[in-house]
């Protein structure tokens, strides 16, 4: 039966039918038969071009063994089961081992087959994913340059009669197509240079050689008020014997091709500034910082004026419902403007709260969650943009006369609003810019939703940071005093650094100075607990060696924590102090007329390794000698070696009889950087 489809009366199908397309043979689609254990039984060429194996090795082997990774192998015997039970085909896309042992992501179509015996086999049929999605993706763009594409085509005899003509050329030239048929080429192009048009033709008649984009301009009779232009190319026609059969002919109208080259470059712009937004917008986990980088992208593209405001309700993440009609309190966060304008001073500044009542089309815009847009804006639209008569006036001076704002939305939530307007560019906002602007919404809704939550965490952590922190008592005997604290400055996470002074019996001073590994609210915890106990232990009077074996007792049953320190007891009377580390950073000591130095210590082990005993060490403290105890955050950097950011610390402490809380001061300023990434405490101890 399939041969006969192939003859007509006896004769084998003719050389003039369409012959066989080359689709299937560029997809290459393999084709493979498995039986119902699972073997495979038949195996085409293409299937050893698509997976590797032979027919040979793949003849009689189980499929899924052969092809499947072990991961993947029960989600595949389930399939498999299911086409050979039910008769259900299946497709989709599934990684397939190939026999060098790569993967390649695999497009199949499966079906259950039965032959005259009624045994059960599957049909799978498989070609390369990548490769289709490739032709596939040519499809659509070839189909879409060819409806937005008014090209007018034409084949011509060699006497330059029309022989056929497309719609498009009917539209081009406004005569119908059964007009064109047997007339010349100057009967139904209307333009001033139609002589030099057929020379050229006739040229590429004689040498074979096509003419491309040949610009001529004119008026057509269906636009007689307007001069278009067109570009023509030309190229012969043979036969496969070489016989010359005439001329192809398309035009193009080249206004219309200007104004889609317009387009296409304005569409280039919009997607390298999504790239650039990409990149540019949430560098850092700062809400106004983020907000400030929407509004630089926005304002070099999409509008002359640019806003960003959050919800203040939003910012402090306790939003719970919007009202459905009343007023909105904003936060401005940023505000940027492409050229100088009076436009400026009728939005609200950067960080000031204002409140917008419920028929103002930035509240509309964050009540429904969806875009706002005025192409057109009038003196009715000013007073529903503006804040007050004031800012309406100032708008109007502006020369606002189209506006957008898009909600600032992350995970279902409204953020806030991105507020657009239009001042010195001509053009009103369109779609095109809608969804431009809410996609750049977007992406910066997710890094402001980021930084809102990891500011509040900080927030939460240092606040309980500070709260465990002690308020320093106005005076130790034979001591004076200065500490800070200072979080890390290019994370959101507080650590579990801190400080002490605790005064001990006989005017005995104990200075603590610790780091619990990790951040966040927990380290935060960790610490509080570490301190509340170096207190306990401090008040024993104990040696500062048996404190710390006491804090690496409690330490080992913190889960997962880690913590450096260092004690030392300060007496008075002996100008004596004690100090034992646990491995932490050697305190600093500075001496009037002496180069400031590292103590040698014994460095000890962490605290919670367990079992390791810490060796006290006894230093003599003159009156004016100045003692610099400091967490790690305060000199490691990623880019510079420990010993020589040791040596910049020593290098501040040259003046002892410097005020301590210059001190202070000039040590975070001179060794802190904008990319830390720790914490800092700082105890800094003189003699009296």
């Known amino acids: 039966m399939a041969a006969e489809s192939f003859q007509s009366d006896g004769d084998e199908y003719g050389p003039e039918a369409p012959g066989p397309t080359g689709l299937l043979d560029v997809l290459s689609v393999a084709a493979v038969v ?87 086999y599957a049909l799978g049929l498989a070609a390369d994913h990548n490769l289709l999605q490739r032709v596939e993706t040519d499809l659509a763009l070839c189909e879409r340059l060819i409806n937005q594409s008014p090209i007018g085509l034409a084949l011509m005899d060699p006497d330059l009669r029309y022989l ?35 020379a050229c033709l006739r040229q590429v008649l004689t040498t074979g050689t096509p003419l491309l984009d040949q610009y001529h301009v004119g008026r057509p009779p269906t636009d007689p008020e307007h001069e278009h232009a067109w570009s023509l190319s030309f190229y012969r026609l043979e036969d496969p014997g070489g016989r010359v059969l005439g001329a192809a002919t398309s035009v193009v109208d080249v206004t219309e091709r200007h104004r889609a080259a317009a387009e296409a470059d304005r569409a280039r712009r919009r997607l390298a500034l999504i790239a650039d937004a990409s990149t540019r917008v949430g560098t850092t986990l700062e809400v106004e910082q983020t907000a400030r980088e929407l509004a630089d992208i926005a304002a070099s593209e999409l509008a002359d004026v640019v806003a960003v405001d959050v919800l203040d309700s939003a910012l402090a993440c306790r939003r719970t419902r919007p009202p459905d009609n009343g007023p909105e309190l904003f936060r401005a966060l940023a505000l940027k403007a492409a050229h100088p304008t009076v436009a400026l001073h009728a939005a609200d500044p950067p960080g000031d709260v204002a409140a917008y009542e419920g028929d103002r089309l930035v509240t509309l815009c964050v009540h429904t969650g969806r875009p706002v847009l005025v192409r057109h804006v009038d003196d009715r639209d000013l007073p529903r943009i503006a804040r007050d008569d004031e800012a309406v006036a100032l708008l109007a001076q502006a020369g606002v006369h189209s506006y957008l704002a898009v909600p600032l939305i992350a995970h279902g939530e409204v953020l806030g609003a991105l507020d657009l307007k239009r001042t010195r560019n001509p053009l009103p906002f369109d779609q095109d810019d809608v969804v431009l602007a809410s996609e750049l919404a977007s992406r910066a809704a997710v890094a402001i939703d980021n930084a809102r939550w990891f500011q509040s965490v900080r927030n939460t952590a240092l606040t309980l940071q500070r709260s465990l922190l002690p308020d320093h008592p106005p005076h130790h005997t034979g001591l004076e005093l200065a500490s800070r604290y200072q979080p890390a400055q290019a994370t959101s996470e507080v650590g579990g650094d801190w400080y002490d002074v605790i005064g001990l019996t006989d005017d005995k001073t104990a200075l603590v100075v610790g780091d619990v590994m990790g951040n966040g609210i927990d380290a935060a915890a960790t610490m509080g607990r570490l301190r509340t106990a170096t207190v306990a232990y401090a008040d024993l009077d104990l040696d500062p060696g048996a404190v710390l074996q006491h804090l690496d007792k409690i330490t080992c049953d913190l889960e997962h924590y880690i913590v450096t320190c260092v004690y030392a007891v300060y007496d008075p009377r002996t100008r004596q102090c004690r100090i034992a580390n646990a491995g932490h950073m050697p305190p600093a000591l500075a001496r009037p007329g002496r180069a400031p130095e590292l103590l040698d210590l014994p460095s000890g082990a962490p605290l919670g390794i367990g079992g390791i005993p810490f060796e006290p060490t006894t230093v003599e403290l003159a009156p004016g000698d100045l003692l610099v105890l400091y967490t790690d955050g305060l000199v490691e950097t990623r880019h510079h070696p420990i010993d020589d950011r040791l040596n910049v610390l020593l290098t501040f402490l040259d003046e002892p009889h410097r005020p301590l809380e210059e001190t202070c001061d000039l040590l975070l300023y001179g060794l802190r950087h904008a990319d830390d990434h720790d914490d800092v405490a700082l105890l800094v101890a003189r003699a009296l």
């Open 34 to 120: 498995v039986d119902a254990e699972g073997r495979i039984v038949f195996w085409t060429p293409q299937a050893e071009d698509l997976f590797g194996y032979t027919a040979q090795e793949a003849l009689g082997t189980h499929a899924a063994r052969l092809f499947v990774r072990p991961e993947h192998l029960p989600a595949v015997m389930k399939l498999f089961a299911e086409v050979l039970e039910t008769g259900r085909s299946w497709a989709g896309t599934f990684p397939i081992r190939l026999k060098d042992g790569s993967t390649r992501l695999t497009e199949f179509r499966n079906m259950r087959l039965l032959d005259d015996l009624g045994d059960v």
């Open 164 to 198: 056929l003509v497309n719609p498009a050329l009917e539209r081009i030239d406004g005569v119908p197509a059964e007009d064109h048929i047997g007339r010349h080429l100057r009967e139904t192009l209307h333009l001033p240079d139609i002589e030099t048009i057929e």
